[in-house]
Structure formats: structure tokens, C-alpha cells
């Protein structure tokens, strides 16, 4: 079983609707959980993270984290062309300096 | 303020060839990695360096070598290239507060 695990996607959305994306973790020590977005042939960039249970919104990005579940999703609200972007979960343990990334998914907003 | 600096950006060696990839971050980070990342492998840690003067080896380790040279910069060696070597691959650095990390624009190597 992966550490951290994505739907690879493609996911479709219209333009304007919401995109959901998930990610499952395997460490029940993670405390730290991140959202990357990637565009094609481009470095990882921070979008959101989040420490705690609940739901924590920036803009039109919405992080929840289910830690009982083990599970962090991100909510794209009103999706836009330009949120076509692989999109890489990230999870860190407390006293851990390193991240463990999932595989990405792949995201793709239709006009 | 540049964030992380990679070189170089591509490179195309032959088989059994030597290379160091080169990352410099001026955040005063203490942390820093480096990952390959592959098709459908997603990004996999290759070494890191909690601090100055220290380092640790991460996910795949094997046919790579890293000096943390000082807090700045961050090396990593390829002694002898193989095929199985072509990759991207990503520097980052991290804050000791905040957990996130940056990330450099990355190098595209071929290894033919």
C-alpha cells in the first residue's frame, strides 16, 4: 500500500464548477498535510496546507483533512482553464523533516 | 531574493559519465532535498539535509551522493550515469516553522 494515494486522473470539470480532489494516507503519525499544483514541465508550487480537522478555505481553494479517515481532499470552487494542473498531496509526520508525496492528479477544466 | 536556484537546467550525459547538479536557496532555510520525479511515480526523496553539515539518505538512494556544502547550497553527484538516472530532478528547501517546502525550477537529465 502507498504512503500517500491519489486518483491519477484525468479529472474533467466544466468551467465554473467545483473540482474535488483526494487523497488518502497511510500514517496515522502525519500532521502536516500540503496541496502542490504542477503545471506541465514546471516545479511544484504550495497552494494550501493544513494541520488540523476541518476545513480551512483561501480564495477559491478549500482544504479538509479527516484525520479519523485519514483522508484530505481540496475543493476548487468556480474552476478556471488556468487551474489545469497536476495537483500533488503531500503529507509530513511530526518530527519528520520530510514530505511524502503522492502521485498527482491530473486536472483538467474544460471551457 | 531568487527562492531556490537549480543548474543546470538540462543535460544530456552518456552512460557511465559524472555530473553534479547544483542548488543554492538564499531563505536562510535549514532544511534541504532532493527528488527525481518520474512518470507515475510521483516524486520520490533521493537524500536530504536537515541542517548544515548533515545528511540522510531518502526513498532511492542508490548511484547518487549529496554534500551540504553550507546552509546555502546542496549538491548531488552522479558518479557514473546510467540509463535508469533520466529523470527530473527537483531541489527544495524548507523553513523550520512553516513545513511547506520551495521548490527549484528543476533539471531535465538524459542519461543515453
Known amino acids: 500500500q502507498k504512503e500517500v494515494e491519489q486518483n491519477s486522473g484525468p479529472l474533467s470539470v466544466p468551467e465554473g464548477a467545483i473540482a474535488s480532489l483526494n487523497c488518502t494516507y497511510s500514517d496515522r503519525g502525519s500532521q502536516s498535510f500540503f496541496w502542490y499544483r504542477q503545471y506541465s514541465g514546471k516545479s511544484p508550487e504550495l497552494i494550501m496546507f493544513?494541520?488540523?480537522?476541518g476545513d480551512k478555505e483561501d480564495g477559491r481553494f478549500t482544504a479538509q483533512l479527516n484525520k479519523a479517515s485519514q483522508y484530505v481532499s481540496l475543493l476548487i470552487r468556480d474552476s478556471q482553464p488556468s487551474d489545469s494542473a497536476t495537483y500533488l498531496c503531500a503529507v509530513k509526520a511530526f518530527g519528520n523533516e520530510k514530505l511524502t508525496f503522492g502521485t498527482g492528479t491530473r486536472l483538467t477544466i474544460i471551457p | 531574493n531568487a527562492g531556490v536556484t537549480q543548474t543546470p537546467k538540462f543535460q544530456v550525459l552518456k552512460t557511465g559519465q559524472s555530473m553534479t547538479l547544483q542548488c543554492a536557496q538564499d531563505?536562510?532555510?535549514?532544511?534541504m532535498y532532493w527528488y527525481r520525479q518520474d512518470p507515475g511515480m510521483g516524486l520520490r526523496l533521493i537524500y536530504y539535509?536537515?541542517?548544515?553539515?548533515?545528511?540522510d539518505k531518502g526513498e532511492v538512494p542508490n548511484g547518487y551522493n549529496v554534500s551540504r556544502l553550507n546552509k546555502r547550497e546542496f549538491s548531488l553527484r552522479l558518479e557514473s550515469a546510467a540509463p535508469s538516472q533520466t529523470s527530473v530532478y527537483f531541489c527544495?528547501?524548507?523553513?523550520?516553522?512553516?513545513?511547506?517546502?520551495?521548490f527549484g525550477s528543476g533539471t531535465r537529465l538524459t542519461v543515453v
Open positions: 527544495a528547501s524548507k523553513d523550520r516553522v512553516l513545513d511547506g517546502y520551495t
Open positions: 539535509s536537515a541542517s548544515e553539515g548533515t545528511t
Open positions: 531563505m536562510n532555510h535549514n532544511s
Open positions: 493544513i494541520y488540523s480537522n
